[in-house]
């Protein structure tokens, strides 16, 4: 056996050395790396959830509704088992645009999800095919589909649960052939298109009829979207009807509307054989519904409210037990009770914006709904709801942060308005600790570097604000057109920048480019139209088809991004939504096109980012999305000659369309850029990129900001809120010949002692909080290799040398982080029985290690890797270094008293124990055992003159001695990092003499009784009564 | 050279899985019980005594676990001078906890209980699987923190699933996931081994770190491994009510 494990050793070496000899061969250009090199570099999701976000499909378990599952639109899947209490997300390795959920309701572990937004306004995602899960979302398996871009309905046989109806709607923003209604009959290994009309038109809805499975209604709509229009409706739309399980096909048209039809949606009634409900988007859009399983059509109602913007709108759920119930979820949820005709709006304290409505079969008053505003329930029909608190599915636009202490994070959010949360917060980051700045679709939110009370942000269609949060005052500062000047285009996401060497400067771009110095009271226009100003790009009046929908969503040919030069403020970057990317180099005396420079873009494409080096400043960085035209290709370009030259960057590692790139203040080749697919990092200016996956999801990337005091990057996520990486400096000294090491060493950030803020209150379960940043001080590596074999620990030194403690050592692949608490060790207070908060945290927390160099050894294997970590004072420290000084000698002191009174205390203790055991062991009625239980009551009457007696009290007595009074100062002189209190540091002296004077009590009644009773101990042949010595109390734990 | 190449090659043929493929459970449970040290001396050992240290919110505890066929086990750790004892006698689960205020020896909780009985199995809970009804399922190949692993999921039909990984390089166990229910709560927990070091017979975990819901709850270090020392079955035995 040992022959072989040696031999599988050498194996791997020798296998090693000539993997290494290879590659000394060829030289490695730049830095090539992968997903697992981030390892332990986490980033975390602070929320928000107060307004949680878009949800775009639900389904609960018929037979347990306390199971449900819930699809964020662009926030992944979420799972319940509590009645939506508390979630978990399930699907986070996966394509995080969900269209829709079905759960197999016969074997309820199953369920199949369809991906991709249907819901298709201008700012949705794209999905990747079908999964299925069938352990109970554990684990999903991809079951193809992978073209289709969106899918919006599941049906499942409820006879024969193998087949499936999947209703792909297809492409939004080109033409292609994979729509229509697919279905499979061997759970999803093959699929079959059994209904299609032409590369325009998808399958917006499949419904099967429950007591007759080979029946199924399915509706075909024929839609496109383009960057500055969206047309929904055209000939290839319609209602169908198939009798054989999908083989064939019948248009119905029998009192449905003529003419051209757009967004269909239809359900069966399970109530009621026969009853079918349809809307139907025409020039007239009404609510249908048939009696004869779709022979015949009526039109039951034309309620204006119950018509508003069908394509978006398009959800009809029929009471599962009453078959004249019927809902329809828009803007508000509509309900009817006499079959159609007449619909009223639900009511209670909830958002608009409705896509999703589970109704209970079993009790059809309890139903979950999904909002733009996320998860709420009802017990009464939807007369009142109870809001979920716990899904943080925000979708960002913009984020942008301040340089409070700790500092705040700032952002738009679609549907839910702007607001502010905190990096960090007493507790971790709640709902509650989220202030919203303002209304509307949310965009760029920016705070005034020079006045902390002073937020910019906006709402949709270039609607800029100046909002003072002391007073409440704001005030509406977009320019407005003077006469003789054209209208002004407004993006609905309307860019707002700051100059960064002169924050006075703000920006903000319609097809011009203004500038303000005076915080948006006036403006300067600093361009001619920078766009195209192509009319046939200008449609957005018109927007919408068949029903007019124009909501400045579509509003096209302006400017898209804009950003100031760090290092030269006349050099202005300005991009647009319809593919102009230009630069001035005088202040905006000039300007310069430059986006025609790069021959792989095409022409026209939105520029989504560009991002001007801070390095140089004739470098620059751009993203270019194209999703809107069809185009899902990755582009990233870098120039060095502010335009006239530029470098594709995109490489095979990067997945989705491209939103943003931001390039590190201090590491020239580190860049972050976020996709629709996620976040991508670089190390070497774009040669190599990684998908930084392991932990985080692959939600889309919209916006991303480094905080440059903190190290920190802040991720804005549509779908999954905002998230920061906490310390990126570990990737900043990440090189090639580290990355071919077994372990490479990393420096650590200087630490200090922080006191931290607890919270005092328990919200339940449901209710989202975030955890802090780590306080502890870190020792980063990086391991090229998991490591398997051999010790592997970290010592930790003071900074006179000696010895103070031994870490576990992280062992994963890629980058590893130890946390240190920079504690020494706790006192010894032996557990008494007391709820007192301070003797708990006297015996669980250490002393702060003091200001100093650490140095640390980590051992793996045989070899041994030194570094060092300084512990520095706290920058925000009030206090004198005199001051910490003498507090920290102070808590040395306290502590060493501490040791001496515990030790009394429990070598008096033992003694005493062991005295009465002995004592029990002998016959009754022996006269040693009397003389030694008068011994041990002796002790214990001394015992108890300094310190309570934990084996005496039952309960809590609250009884203090010197001892418990000496823990609990301690504790306070802890718990304080500048100069104690006189009086704290009177007592000091006083607890001394006090422990000296028990000390001699002690070791009199020692001398005079000890001797004598182990004497007789002895004539008995009995083993002698021992005292704890004081080293071996020492060396004991805790 | 030349000889370097031949244990290569050799290397290579007892790594045949490092082309990495997929499996059967019991292919995978062979290759891992091999990489231990082989069935036959698994099945060899009567007893085990091993030492260390159960580190936990800053605090260090030794310890010390011994183990005696068939299926006795008892874990002695020093909580702060007090001896805190737990043990396994075959039939029950008894601890001394004077934490806890008591020296009394009291039974332990029937989901602790069914936890100190899977540890107590000395061969592992994957050797004669099928005798102890459980079963077991090839799940696939994964990664866990970037390592390439084979998931393996055993259920002992007794309200306890496991999720096995072994690397797939050496087919030792590197992590073992479980979602423990505790009073309708479920904790995820996953215990991560390393530290592999030659020990009598066998290539043995000498660390291990459990996490609670993704936070690490504690670190073992065994520093001391002896294997069929003399037992005396007394110690499993639970002391009578003073």
Known sequence: MKTWILLLMLGTVAMAATVAMAADDEVVDGIPIDSAVFGALKARGIGPAVMSGRIAALDAVANDPRIVYAGAATGGIWKSDDGAISFEPVFDDHCQAIGAIRIDQARPDTVWAGTGEIWVRNSVSVGDGIYKTTNGGESWQHMGLGETERIGHIAIDPVNPDIVYAAALGHLWNANEERGLYKTVDGGETWDKVLYVDENTGCSDVSIVPGAPNMLFASMWDFRRSPDFFRSGGPGSGLYRSHDAGKTWEKLTNGLPEGELGRIAVAVSPAQPGRIFAFVESDDSGFYRSDDMGETWQRVSDDRGVKGRPFYFSLVVPDPVDPDRVYKPGFVIWSSTDA???????????????HALWIDPNDPTHMYC????????????????????????????????????PFNVYGGLQDNGSWRGPSRSPGGIENGDWENMGGGDGFCTIPDPQDPSIVYWEYQGGNVSRRHLDTGDNKDIQPKPQPGDPDFRWNWNTPIALGVEDPSRLYLGSQFLFRSTDRGDSWERISDDLTTDDPKLQRQLQSGGLTVDNTTAENHCAIYTIAESPLDQTVIWAGTDDGNLQVTADDGASWSEVSGKMKDVPDGTWVSCVEPGSHDRATAFVTFDGHRRGD?????????????????????ALTGHCHVIRQDPVNPD???LGTERGLFISLDGGKHWAHYNEDFPQVSVRDLVIQTRENALVIGTHGRGAWIMDDISPL??????????????????????TTGRGKQHSPGNNYFVAGNPSRDAKIIYFLKKRHMFGDMYIEIYQPDGTFLKRLPAGKRKGINVVDWRMRLKPPKVTSAGTLDPMVQYAGNVGPAATEGTYAYKMVKGKATYEGAIEVVANPDSPHSAEDRLLQQETVMRLYGLLEDVSYLAEAMKQVRDDAQETADDLEEGDGLAKKLNTFADDVTVMKGTFTVSEDEVQGISGERQMRENLIRLYASVSQYSGRPGESQLAAIPVYEEGIAEVRGEWEAFLDERLGDLNERLANQEIEALEILSEEEYREREG | MKKIIMITALAAALLSAGVVGAM??????????EAQGGLDNIKAVQSIKATGIFMTMGMEFPFTMTQKRPGLMRVDVNINGMEMVQVWDGETAWTINPMAGSAEPQDMSPVEAKSLKTQSDMDGMLVDYKKKGYTVEYIGEDEVEGTAVHHLKLDTNDDLVLDMYFDAEYFLLIMTAAAMTVDEQTINTETYTSDFKESGNFIAAHAMETRMGGQVANNIVIETIEYDIEVDDAIFVKPSAE
């Not at chain 2, 059967?24 to 019980?33: H, N, R």
Request: hydrophobic share 35%; net charge negative; charged share 25%.
């Open chain 1, 340 to 354: 159609g005709e007449n619909f009223r709006g639900l009511g209670g304290w909830v958002h608009v914006d409705y």
């Open chain 1, 370 to 405: 999904g909002n733009d505003g996320g998860v709420y329930v009802t017990y009464n029909r939807g007369g009142s709801w109870r809001h979920c608190k716990d899904l943080p599915v925000s979708q960002f636009y913009r984020i942008a942060v301040d340089q409070e202490r």
């Open chain 1, 632 to 652: 899902k290709t990755p582009y990233v370009f870098r120039t060095d000659d502010l335009g006239k030259t530029w470098q594709p960057l995109a490489t095979d």
């Open chain 1, 670 to 672: 580190l860049l972050f």
């Open chain 1, 732 to 753: 900043r000294q990440i090189t090639a010949e580290g990355l071919a090491q077994d372990v490479f060493m990393l420096d650590s950030p200087p630490a200090y002692q």
């Open chain 2, 24 to 33: 059967t459970a019991d292919e995978l449970i062979d290759k891992s019980l």
